[in-house]
């Protein structure tokens, strides 16, 4: 489905068009068609709603083009439905004819996206899904990553918690390819540290029927629970598990998608959790200031990891196609640039490594009241194995 929606950023970009010359309108290059292939509904949908704010926010504070050119956007609700995202990729692909690809959110419909754009060639910007396989073995030329691989927040986590002594860990996730590999990479650390996983537990993705497995938890009385939520699912199981009494006994930890973009929800029930990701609140570096208080302004919202990384997609699409003036069938020349960029993200700076992901401090945070409060670095500019990745 091509939706066209009223952005709270289209009225002035429209308005910044019309102040223009006439002359700069009939010797402008033709629009850049950028594919957003999101989820609009669902457990997701606030996911990628921040995505799409992020990106047209950098686009807007860049004058409203890339690279000279205007963009014109078509957009797909992927519903994170991994049956469908083949053929709603192709909508963008093949009917629509796009210049570049942005999306998604979900690891399983990313995957799909990148066999796509990997056939096609069509350059593919994923703004959330961590799907370690789109930098590892699907790595390509065209395939590039403003956000994380799911090894790497859990990774990150592991480390720390095996740290602070913690022996007997309990994993729960939802089952696809985004909680396996959230815990993946946590049990590669965590056991690396001298812990052990005792159970792994799961539930169908979008599932959230939690209470069979927070009795399992309360019966194994483990030292510790890591957790892979986002989204709704993410406020419902923090919001279960306290409810069903295990906050007081067994500490909750998550990547950080467990309590980002949630805590107005979560209330009091998130207080204490600790979790692992590469944004957090309170960084207070200037870019990081400017770029929240812009977001606040625009979208009336505070910004959350996701707001960031549809920002930083957008960052990264302009250094690619300024690299080429524009013209997107340079790929080589557009990875070239990219692979050699310092991308001043909200975040902290970060470089893509050789597989195209974020090379990036892996911060940790604990929530205080409606703040995912900076604790400190967990894991200084984490690189991702990009296992299987032949480039
Ligand atoms: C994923 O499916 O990769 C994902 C979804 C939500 C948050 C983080 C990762």
Not at 140 to 147: K, L, P, T, V
Not at 184 to 194: I, R, S
Not at 274 to 303: C, M, V, W
């Amino acid at each position: 489905m091509t939706k066209t929606r009223h952005h709270p950023l289209a009225a002035a970009l429209a308005l910044a068009a019309m102040a223009l010359p006439f002359a700069a309108h009939t010797q402008t290059a033709p629009k850049l068609k950028v594919g957003l292939m999101l989820p609009y509904t669902g457990t997701y949908a606030a996911l990628g709603n921040a995505i799409e704010n992020g990106f047209r926010l950098q686009i807007a504070e860049a004058g409203g083009k890339v690279a000279g050119r205007e963009i014109e956007f078509f957009k797909v609700d992927d519903e994170s439905d991994p049956s469908k995202a083949t053929d709603n990729v192709n909508k963008l692909v093949k009917r629509d004819a796009v210049d570049v690809l942005v999306g998604t959110v979900h690891s399983g419909v990313a995957m799909a996206m990148a066999k796509v754009a990997k056939d096609s060639g069509t350059l593919l910007i994923v703004p959330n899904a961590g799907a370690d396989m789109v930098t590892g073995a699907m790595c390509a030329n065209n395939i590039f990553r403003s956000s994380f691989s799911n090894w790497q927040p859990g990774y990150a986590l592991g480390e720390v918690m095996a740290k602070k002594g913690l022996k007997n860990v309990v994993t729960i996730t939802h089952k696809y390819a985004a909680g396996d590999e959230s815990v993946g990479g946590f049990k590669e650390a965590f056991e690396k540290g001298g812990g052990k996983v005792v159970k792994v537990l799961s539930l169908p993705f979008p599932n959230v029927e939690f209470q069979a497995l927070l009795t399992e938890i309360a019966a194994t009385k483990p030292d510790a629970v890591y957790t892979f939520f986002a989204g709704g699912a993410a406020v419902k199981f923090v919001k279960d598990y306290a409810a069903a009494g295990l906050k007081k006994s067994i500490p909750l930890y998550g990547a950080g998608f467990l309590t980002d973009g949630t805590l107005d929800a979560q209330g009091a029930d998130a207080e204490g959790v600790i979790t692992s990701l590469h944004y957090a609140d309170g960084l207070n570096t200037p870019r990081d200031n400017a770029f929240r208080l812009a977001y606040a302004k625009t979208f009336k919202l505070q910004p959350d990891v996701y707001a960031v990384q549809g920002y930083d997609a957008a960052q990264m699409l302009a250094i690619g196609l300024n690299a080429v003036k524009g013209d997107v069938s340079k790929k080589a020349e557009i990875a070239a640039a990219l692979e050699k960029a310092k991308i001043d993200s909200p975040r902290g700076m970060f470089s893509l490594s050789k597989a195209h992901n974020p090379v990036q401090d892996l911060y940790l945070r604990q929530v205080v009241g409606k703040e995912n409060k900076l604790v400190g670095v967990a894991s200084k500019s984490l690189a991702d194995p990009a296992r299987g990745c032949k480039m």
